[in-house]
């Protein structure tokens, strides 16, 4: 890559990126007016959540995975203390309370099994048939409280002209109309766990030059949350220790975050647009960081080009081959659901750019 066109192409992703933030920072703020709304109604009609708080700086509970699809994580209460389970039980039951005859499939990955009794303290209403079936809290049947829940307050709070619930999906999803366009949000109850680290994610395996040793003692404190997203299972999820490991990436002087940020560019301008891209930040940001622990020196991180082509030859080998692990938990491969063919033809895009690195530019 020569140099004149290298600067060209600096300047052109970071003038958009510098677009982008104004023009997310708006949706943000709208969205997290209509979230904090919503979960303030829904706390007052059910206990066992909690109001998304209004922030004028970042908002940890919404998680921008493309410019119109959001995460939003709606923190529970009432379950505190988390302890490991220590004990592996068989479980029969169903859904609709039958009997199975063999037993349901053991979790993998970053999904696990949740009891009640996990929990040093937990309400009462944790132990109700609603959510629970012989011990376990059910993500598949909290979603369904809280469906419910989300559906009234949409009335309560008179925002039926301007949010909807998208009812083909089995998670809880909801369109909102901003002043600028319609986004996507996917509202997770979530039990946060803070200051445990799970026994599972066994991080870093060896000692690292990136993060350093007192890093990784930082971003552990702050812990895991568990998503409900799927029928028996709660997931995994470490975005607040994500979250503090890219607050602090360029110390050193370095450029992965405007890397980073350029890579996001191209992903959602050329390479995977869309709606709901099966590439997202969250994939982004995984191969930034096992890009960073690859290259830890300040060296590798001084000149842009080279850094950046780095990253998206990175991005190019976890999409061609399915595969891109889990940073935090080394077992799970994050687009092991992902459709084939969406990731072929990313491949082919990224294959094109990396002959040449300026095709896409105006």
């Known amino acids: 890559m020569k140099s004149p066109s290298a600067g060209d192409l600096e300047d052109y992703l ?6 982008r933030r104004q023009q997310i920072s708006q949706i943000v703020e709208e969205v997290q007016r ?3 709304h919503l979960t303030t109604e829904i706390s007052l009609q059910d206990l066992r959540f909690q109001a998304v708080p209004y922030s004028d700086t970042y908002n940890g509970n919404i998680k921008v995975l493309a410019p119109s699809q959001f995460l939003v994580t709606v923190p ?3 379950l505190v203390g988390y302890r490991e389970a220590r004990e592996q ?12 005859p063999c037993p349901l499939q053991d ?32 993500p598949a049947k909290v979603l369904q409280v809280f469906r419910k829940l989300v559906e009234n307050a949409i009335g309560t709070c008179h925002l039926s002209g301007k949010v909807s619930m998208l009812t083909k999906l089995s998670a809880v999803w909801v369109a909102v109309e901003t002043s600028t366009c319609q986004v996507e949000l996917e509202l997770v109850p979530t039990v946060e766990i803070p200051t445990v680290w799970p026994e599972k994610a066994r991080w870093p395996p060896c000692l690292k030059r990136w993060p350093s040793r007192q890093r ?43 890397c980073f940020q350029a890579l996001r560019q191209m992903k959602e301008d050329v390479w995977c647009p869309g709606k709901r891209p099966v590439v997202t930040s969250h994939h982004l940001q ?17 000149v842009f080009s080279k850094a950046f082509l780095r990253l998206v030859r990175k991005l190019h080998k976890c999409v061609s081959q399915h595969f891109l692990k889990h940073y935090f938990m080394r077992k799970s491969n994050l687009l092991q659901h992902a459709s084939s063919g969406e990731l072929d033809t990313v491949a082919q ?10 095709i896409g530019l105006p």
């Open 286 to 302: 995984t191969v930034l960081f096992w890009t960073c622990e690859k290259y830890p020196h300040p060296k590798d991180w001084q």
């Open 107 to 138: 979790p993998e990955g970053l999904r696990q099994w949740l009891e009640a009794e996990q929990f040093m303290k937990s309400q009462w209403q944790w132990h109700e048939a609603d959510v629970n079936i012989e011990g376990d809290i059910v």
């Open 34 to 36: 209509v979230v904090h």
């Open 76 to 78: 529970v209460k009432g």
């Open 349 to 358: 895009k990224l294959a094109l750019f990396l002959k040449n690195p300026q």
């Open 216 to 258: 990784v003692e930082c971003i552990k404190s702050f812990g895991f949350a568990l998503l409900a997203c799927s029928n028996y299972h709660w997931q995994q999820s470490f975005l607040q220790a994500e979250q503090v490991l890219l607050d602090q990436l360029d110390e050193d002087g370095g450029c992965r975050r405007k």
């Open 89 to 100: 039980r068989w479980r029969y039951y169903t859904l609709r309370g039958t009997r199975l």
């Open 14 to 19: 970071l003038n958009k990126v510098d677009l």
